[in-house]
């Protein structure tokens, strides 16, 4: 059968009409729980035997599986795990991988949570990150590798910086030491790039920005390639290759196959830390993943048309945006993005801290909040917010300096956003 385009599938993957009703958009199946048909098909399901039948919403749901199964699609996937938030996703997609005494090798260009994260929470389960600065530097890939390293990690578009993450290279660093590559994929969305086609083997997002759109709902997804072989080295992965005493023996790698990473995520890691993501949540992702082309198209319009506004402006010292011929990841932005990096751009006043604090305060139609990937445009200060948990040399290795100020293009008018951005320059600089 021919495979649909990426707008088909964006509305119809992982969907049918409601077998009960008939319903055509997907149901809120809004349960905690789901009647066995007997004592058999019980026992099976929580033996890992069954693993069509929803049990408890904790480990799955009928409204989130369409979720997991579109986005699967999308990303040329074999399946994902939705759960609470990307936080939640990030966590749990290098949990599975690493145990205390173990290694993670990291690009320091990240989201401020995704930092927090990797240099002071995982080290409270005695698994130690380092940050490679300069991600497109191979020597410094392998440089920080070790022998109980894990997994290599980054961003495809870093937020707030925008960086461009040389996926290929970095997957091949990554294979040549025997680990996969974890790829945040939240800024440009599946529309705009595909980690797992350029070699990366695992992408998680935040479905709470771009994918889900409209800023109403926090969540998250791990989605597998299906590529990477966990049983090649049996010995390096012992949560998937030796017996589960808490399944009575089962080997993951064993039963599941290339469906073990995932199976284990869901029936170890959610089971047992819970970050569940609502019913509720999974069905307004559908909702803004069936108009993600649409939206994507436009967003990364305005977003080009305030960065060359941007930087033309005497004011402005610098503009951090892929998309402009002068940045330094544009060459990268072309090869891996060739329709656009996103939404996320960020600048540099004349003035600093201060100008920067003026100038966020003066706009009207930029909502001032800590989010991305929202129909509204958004503006906020990351060294005081969103980056304020890291110490100033922390936060320039990611990009972020004092003055830096990120926005988050929506869909307004692009004169109209233009016109308030002009405002906030005016106050700024009085």
Excluded: C
Excluded at 84 to 107: F, I, K, P, W, Y
Excluded at 231 to 244: F, K, T, V
Excluded at 326 to 337: I, T
Aim: hydrophobic share 45%; charged share 20%; aromatic share 8%.
């Amino acid at each position: 059968m021919t495979r649909w385009s990426f707008e088909t599938r964006q509305i119809h993957a992982g969907a049918s009409p409601d077998p009960a009703t008939g319903a055509r958009a997907t149901p809120i199946y809004a349960t905690s729980s789901f009647v066995f048909a007997d004592a058999g098909q019980a026992a099976d399901s929580f033996a890992l035997r069954d693993l069509e039948t929803h049990a408890y919403t904790r480990l799955s749901n009928p409204t989130t599986a369409v979720v997991e199964e579109r986005l699967a699609d999308l990303e040329n996937g074999i399946g994902a795990v939705a759960v609470a938030s990307g936080q939640a996703a990030s966590a749990l997609a290098v949990l599975n991988l690493a145990r205390a005494g173990d290694h993670v090798v990291s690009a320091a260009a990240l989201y401020g949570g995704t930092f927090n994260l990797f240099a002071y929470t995982l080290a409270d389960f005695g698994i130690t990150v380092d940050f490679v600065t300069d991600a497109d530097d191979p020597a410094a890939w392998r440089a920080a590798l070790r022998p109980n390293t894990k997994a290599l990690y980054g961003e495809s578009v870093s937020n707030p910086s925008g960086a461009v993450l040389d996926v290929e290279l970095v997957a091949g660093i990554a294979h040549e030491a025997g680990v996969p590559l974890i790829v945040d994929n939240t800024v440009p969305t599946p529309f705009l790039t595909r980690p797992l086609d350029h070699g990366a083997d695992l992408v998680v997002h935040s479905t709470t920005k771009f994918l889900s759109g409209h800023g109403t709902g926090i969540g998250g997804v791990v989605v597998d390639g299906g590529k990477f072989d966990f049983q090649a080295s049996p010995e390096r992965w012992p949560q998937l290759n030796q017996p589960d005493p808490s399944y009575q023996g089962l080997v993951f790698g064993e039963r599941f196959g290339s469906l073990a990473y995932l199976l284990r995520l869901r029936t170890k890691l959610v089971r047992d830390l819970g970050p569940a993501v609502s019913p509720f949540t999974s069905f307004l992702l559908l909702q803004g993943i069936e108009t993600l082309s649409l939206r994507m198209t436009r967003h990364v319009a305005n977003a080009r048309a305030i960065a060359e506004w941007l930087w033309a402006q005497p004011l402005v010292e610098r503009v951090h945006y892929p998309g402009l011929p002068g940045d330094r990841w544009h060459e990268a932005a072309l090869r891996y993005l060739p329709d656009g990096p996103g939404a996320v751009l960020a600048f540099e006043l004349t003035g600093g801290l201060e100008a920067g604090k003026r100038f966020v305060d003066s706009l009207s139609l930029f909502s001032h909040l800590a989010n991305i990937g929202d129909v509204r445009s958004l503006v906020i200060h990351p060294a005081s917010t969103t980056h304020a948990q890291l110490d100033e040399t922390q936060q320039r290795a990611g990009g972020v300096t004092p003055g830096l100020i990120r926005l988050s293009a929506g869909l307004e008018g692009i004169g109209d956003l233009l016109a308030d951005l002009e405002r906030g320059m005016e106050k700024a600089h009085g």
